[in-house]
């Protein structure tokens, strides 16, 4: 049953007596619940905020309706992490319900400044006629972490020419200046992205669209992010509105970047190449990006999706956050890589096999489970697939394959369990020109991460098997092909 507007914008403080009580027995009962991501403990988590570092801490904050399943009342909620593996609660970061957050904080980012951790933010509020007035919004955090708002909008106005879809601010300093991006739509029904300059985090002056090759390239840009990395200019995005083309752009909405020199920001000039998704999976969104004390680009994404209803929802909670991975710039391409901390997962166990499979499929001593890590790396000899079926049983199976006939990774999850957004399709596939593959698979309850030959492609995807469905196979199609791989609980 849906909600109604007066049931989805309310506080905390306004649910109903025992409401959050039976959300949190519902959530207990739900076997899909993971095992080391980073979930609500009731109701929706959606895009991850003003991730930073700041006190000798990572911090992380994401969106968070806590009384339901529906967009509605968004929160900031703050997680703080020392080894970006074990995150602690630091409970709610951004309250909304102000004049100028009335009907929630979305998203925005972080920055440290001077000892203060200051979060730029958009808040979102609806007139009597339901019509949305944006606002660009702040908050500071100081050494005790104490979250201030602001009592005014630092960015009041949507400039001539663009819609009230205008948020989600990512900063940045360059020199003796702030800069931040803002997702917006313009009067003509195109997504683009804009840029404003401050000298002071308080005054913000609008300098204009970021001149990019995309003039009409969806209906929204959302959560845009902009940063440097080895001399290259990046521009992270997340477009609305892109049709199908070939294997790309299946989802219902899309996320990922262009990159080329540094953005001028006197001419806002971006140039750059082709636009390339960040992500081959069913559930990747709204990705954040933050530099760390080692100077590694590190970057969290939402493991969902707007618009699509999860089988979590009869429990009372949906998604949750992926891995942190590292970004690395290698010939024009960004690839992700889990971060090496996470290493810190595994436990003591660690089962290896190494074999050549000749059009047969096989399971391995101690190759079983439903959180853990999967190294394999496999030379195709002669055979015209190779694969691993994961979370499988004799009715259910997630599947990772290389064709070598089409020449292409396939992720297939036709037969993983409750079905996600079918109407979208329950194949994802990408070109790949490579016979020696490295799969990483990192697999928790109801999801799965793969990181293909070092983060040259992933695939990140939410899966909802039986809880029984534990089994690991590997096979090869008419042929033969040798492999090797090791695989790490992260239960005891």
Request: hydrophobic share 35%; proline share 5%.
């Amino acid at each position: 049953m849906k909600m109604t507007n007066e049931q989805k914008y309310r506080l905390i403080e306004q649910a109903e007596p025992g409401e959050i009580a039976s959300l949190q027995e519902k959530v207990k009962q739900c076997h899909w619940r993971q095992t080391f991501h980073i979930q609500p403990s009731t109701g929706l988590l959606n895009d991850p905020n003003g991730f930073s570092y700041y006190q000798g801490e990572y911090h992380l904050f994401y969106q968070w309706f806590p009384l339901g399943t529906d967009h509605g009342m968004k929160y900031w909620y703050h997680l703080k992490s020392k080894d970006l593996v074990t995150w602690d609660n630091a409970g709610i970061g951004i309250t909304p319900g102000d004049t100028f957050d009335s009907h929630g904080a979305y998203s925005g980012s972080a920055l440290e400044h001077e000892g203060k951790l200051y979060m730029l933010y958009t808040g979102n509020t609806r007139d009597e006629n339901w019509i949305r007035h944006p606002y660009q919004c702040m908050a500071v955090m100081d050494e005790s972490g104490l979250i201030t708002k602001w009592e005014h909008p630092v960015i009041s106005n949507v400039p001539e020419g663009y819609t009230d879809h205008f948020r989600d601010p990512k900063l940045w300093k360059d020199g003796d200046s702030f800069y931040c991006v803002i997702g917006a739509q313009r009067t003509n029904a195109t997504g683009c992205v804009v840029l404003y300059r401050s000298t002071d985090l308080h005054s913000w002056q609008f300098e204009g669209e970021i001149r990019t090759g995309l003039e009409s390239f969806g209906y929204m840009w959302e959560c845009p992010d902009y940063f440097e990395l080895d001399g290259s200019g990046v521009l992270v995005f997340s477009p609305q509105g892109l049709e199908p083309s070939g294997d790309e752009y299946h989802n219902i909405y899309q996320s990922g970047y262009i990159i080329g020199k540094p953005l001028n920001t006197e001419t806002r000039t971006l140039e750059h190449g082709a636009f390339r998704e960040l992500d081959r999976g069913f559930d990747f969104y709204a990705p954040q990006t933050m530099v760390d004390p080692q100077g590694r680009r590190i970057m969290v994404a939402w493991m969902g999706l707007p618009d699509i209803d999860s089988p979590t929802d009869p429990n009372g909670w949906a998604h949750c956050l992926t891995l942190p991975r590292e970004l690395i710039l290698h010939e024009g391409k960004l690839l992700q890589r889990p971060v090496p901390e996470l290493t810190a997962l595994r436990r003591k166990r660690e089962d290896r096999v190494a074999d050549t499979l000749s059009s047969e499929r096989k399971t391995y001593e101690g190759f079983t489970g439903t959180a853990y890590e999967l190294i394999c790396e496999v030379d195709l000899l002669s055979a015209k697939a190779f694969g691993i079926e994961f979370r499988a049983s004799a009715t259910e199976r997630t599947v990772i394959k290389y064709d070598a006939v089409s020449r292409k990774l396939v992720l297939d999850r036709s037969q993983s369990g409750e079905p996600v957004a079918a109407s979208y399709g329950e194949v994802r596939q990408c070109a790949w020109n490579e016979d020696h593959i490295k799969l990483h698979l990192f697999v928790d309850m109801s999801s799965v991460e793969i990181f293909v030959n070092d983060g040259e492609e992933v695939f990140t995807s939410r899966i909802f098997p039986h809880r029984e469905s534990d089994e690991i196979h590997f096979f090869a199609d008419k042929g033969e092909a040798l492999f090797q791989a090791v695989k790490w609980d992260f239960t005891e």
